[in-house]
């Protein structure tokens, strides 16, 4: 295939920040219809290179080329004036304003060339949310109300309203249920036929494998290899990536009965919310519950349920034997429970602030005396500890932690938590768009907080994570439990027959 195939040409470009080098000359060709995965750890430069490509940094070396013409530096309006469009994990929509008027947003059509056409503009809007299976939005609805997975879909319909030639969707899966990727994928295979090429970043490998036709690895800010995806294997791929087989990045289990034998840390008899029915559901001192089913089945209201959000109408919560009340959030934390919920940016972090501030707002209490006043020694000292700890790449404490990578943002979630000592701590999705790098950090901290006796429950749509990390797996079906799988018992069969088929009734 010659060079009048390729819509874009990566040719040597290279970018550094105050003399550090974060991209090697790197060379990239992306031809029309094609579907190119671009995969590395965070910080391997795959953020760097999409910048470029978008006009949003100018390189320091190389250039790019479309369509056989050549560019020594893009704009974002010229990238996107060639057909060059970014869906990223973080949103650019308004919260305050319709469905409709952001994807529009704009690039309005008009009626008479003089008034929007806002029938016009509802009708296209209905037909783009449902070829991304959004057929229950209202148009009319402001983007704020809803929930994050639908505003994702949103941000790509928005894209396509452009007629992209290159779409790069940059982890804009991450808050997609399984469903939903298939949906998107579906009609990303439609608009293949079209010519349109995608680069697609994800640190779910599988999905990489479902879409993609071809796969380049970064690592450190070099191009390590561009090969067909079926010339990858999953563990060469994270060989590549890492410099560990994939079968390293979760700790070594303990035993069935090292794992299982400690004293029960939380009990749930017979709870009924108003989204659970009667759940019977033990987690015990220093074991890993996960939390598994198909997204929807409940697994959000329980965890919601068990950190105080939503009451007990009826049935029993047990602490350490005894019948306790969860009075709210603030009842579950006094009882010794911790919360990190999937969405870190907008419920377990305040991203304008600084990384002190977020460590430590949750536990102000026991660092003020009596007058109300901060320790800053002890707050310092605490605070670096966990920095440390977890390996928190930041420069300072002061830094606002909206400048941190989604990695190191979660840590910092992890930090506030870990500093309250928690009993029970619950985790929602908590390696959602991490790199590999980073989940292998956080297991083996999960790991290491269970040989401590800490009890552990998390939510994961990712089936390897619940295999290889869990003692145990709870699997949800309609807003109850289905079945319980012991370790030995896990593997993906088992996982996705019990979240698929309902168990018929057992007396226990």
Not at 62 to 79: C, D, H, K, Q, W
Not at 157 to 164: D, F, G, L, Q, R
Not at 246 to 252: H, K, S, T
Request: one cysteine or more.
């Amino acid at each position: 295939m010659n060079e009048s195939d390729v819509f874009l040409k990566v040719d040597a470009v290279s970018k550094s920040f105050s003399g550090n080098l974060v991209l090697r000359p790197f060379s990239l060709d992306v031809r029309p219809g094609e579907f190119h995965a671009l995969i590395g750890e965070n910080g391997a430069g795959k953020s760097t290179m999409i910048n470029l490509v978008t006009g949003v940094y100018e390189p320091d070396g190389g250039s790019l080329i479309v369509e056989g013409r050549s560019y020594s530096r893009m704009t974002p309006s010229l990238a996107k004036s060639l057909g060059i469009h970014a869906v990223h994990q973080e949103l650019s929509l308004n919260r305050h304003l319709t469905v409709t008027e952001n994807i529009f947003l704009g690039d309005e059509p008009l009626r008479h060339g003089l008034f929007r056409d806002k029938r016009r503009m509802r009708q296209e809007a209905r037909e783009l949310l449902r070829t991304v299976g959004l057929d229950d939005v209202d148009p009319d609805a402001d983007v704020g109300s809803l929930p994050l997975s639908d505003q994702q879909l949103l941000e790509f319909s928005k894209a396509v309203y452009k007629k992209p030639r290159l779409l790069i969707l940059d982890e804009a899966t991450s808050a997609l249920n399984t469903e939903q990727v298939e949906t998107l994928f579906n009609r990303l295979k439609e608009l293949k036929s079209t010519g349109l090429s995608v680069i697609f970043i994800s640190h779910r490998l599988h999905e990489l494998y479902q879409l993609c036709d071809i796969m380049t690895v970064l690592k450190d800010g070099e191009l390590i290899t561009t090969e067909p995806m079926g010339d990858f294997d999953q563990d060469r791929l994270v060989s590549l990536m890492t410099g560990r087989s994939i079968v390293d990045l979760f700790p070594p289990k303990r035993t069935v009965s090292a794992a299982g034998s400690g004293d029960e840390a939380m009990r749930l008899e017979n709870v009924s919310t108003r989204n659970l029915s009667d759940i019977n559901l033990t987690v015990r001192k220093g074991e890993i519950l996960g939390i598994g089913g198909l997204a929807g089945q409940g697994q959000q209201p329980l965890m919601e349920c068990l950190f105080g959000v939503e009451p007990v109408r009826s049935g029993r919560v047990l602490m350490d034997g005894r019948e306790v009340r969860l009075n709210g959030p603030q009842g579950a934390m006094d009882l010794g429970i911790a919360y990190i919920p999937a969405e870190r940016k907008t419920q377990g972090l305040f991203v304008s602030h600084s990384n002190r501030f977020n460590m430590s707002f949750a536990r102000l209490k026991s660092i003020s005396s009596r007058l109300g006043t901060i320790s800053s020694r002890i707050e310092r000292r605490d605070n670096m500890e966990q920095v440390d700890r977890l390996s928190i790449k930041l420069r300072n404490l002061g830094q606002a932690v909206g400048e941190l990578s989604g990695g190191n943002q979660q840590k910092v979630v992890l930090a506030k938590w870990l500093l309250r000592k928690p009993r029970v701590l619950l985790l929602n999705e908590p390696t959602r768009g991490i790199d590999i790098g980073t989940k292998k950090q956080i297991y083996e901290l999960l790991a290491d907080l269970a040989r401590d006796g800490v009890a552990i429950v998390m939510i994961s749509s990712d089936t390897l994570e619940l295999i290889g990390l869990c003692d145990r797996v709870a699997v949800m079906y309609e807003n109850a439990i289905n079945t319980e799988l012991s370790s030995g018992d896990l593997s993906e069969e088992s996982l996705v027959h019990a979240s698929v088929f309902q168990k018929e009734a057992t007396t226990k």
